[in-house]
């Protein structure tokens, strides 16, 4: 298995919910990791900038057509380019990657994509509410009583989380890919999330 965690950015992604992941694989409290146990790629429909909600370019390190088979962990990060026919470009590729038992996460309107397209169908999961995975998923979603009303969920190696739950999808990928001890992952956690200045008082 390489190290490589792969983010599938569509355009108009949602750049927030990749940071906490991201950070935490890349560096730790004190600075960049000289030797990080993964290592982060961005994989977009083309090598071309693929910009986010927010108006920030990413240059991809993989197209569709280009992305490697071996790799860690397979992100896809919500946004607004999962309600357009691109995004059908990306079926092929969760197929792929659940039939090898790769590790994959969907947050927000990916969780979505998620449920249209049969995925969520044998696990346990979450996203941006029953309503919003019923209306995308259609006939194609047949396990609404597997979904949790819960900020992030795993159940096997699939990672599912609602638009405002990046820290909690960072949380569950980082345990599944043992990023670090799961002491330090939770102690990641509550830093960000509750702050400094209630943690250190």
């Not at 992604?13 to 890349?26: N, P, R, S, T, W």
């Not at 979603?141 to 609602?162: F, L, M, R, S, W």
Request: aromatic fraction near 10%; proline fraction near 5%; include cysteine.
């Amino acid at each position: 298995m390489t190290k490589e965690v792969l983010y599938i950015l569509l355009p108009d992604f949602a750049e927030h919910e990749m940071v906490y992941l991201a950070q935490a694989i890349a560096s730790d409290e004190y600075a960049l990791k000289e030797n990080p146990k993964y290592v982060n790629k961005i994989v977009a429909p083309t090598i071309e900038p693929v910009k986010s909600i927010g108006g920030f370019g990413m240059l991809p390190d993989y197209s569709f057509d280009t992305m490697p088979d071996d790799y860690a962990a397979l992100v896809l990060i919500g946004g607004f380019g999962w309600t357009t026919p691109i995004a059908d470009r990306v079926v092929p590729v969760v197929t792929k990657a659940i039939a090898s038992g790769k590790i994959v996460g969907a947050i927000c309107n990916a969780a979505s994509f998620m449920a249209k397209n049969g995925f969520l169908n044998s696990v346990r999961h979450t996203g941006n509410g029953i309503d919003q995975l019923k209306s995308w998923g259609s006939v194609n979603y047949t396990n609404p009583q597997g979904y949790e009303h819960k900020q992030a969920v795993t159940d096997k190696n699939i990672v599912t989380a609602n638009g405002s739950a990046t820290l909690e999808f960072a949380k569950e990928l980082l345990l599944l890919l043992e990023n670090d001890t799961p002491e330090r992952i939770e102690m990641y956690y509550r830093f960000n999330k509750q702050g400094f200045c209630e943690l250190f008082k």
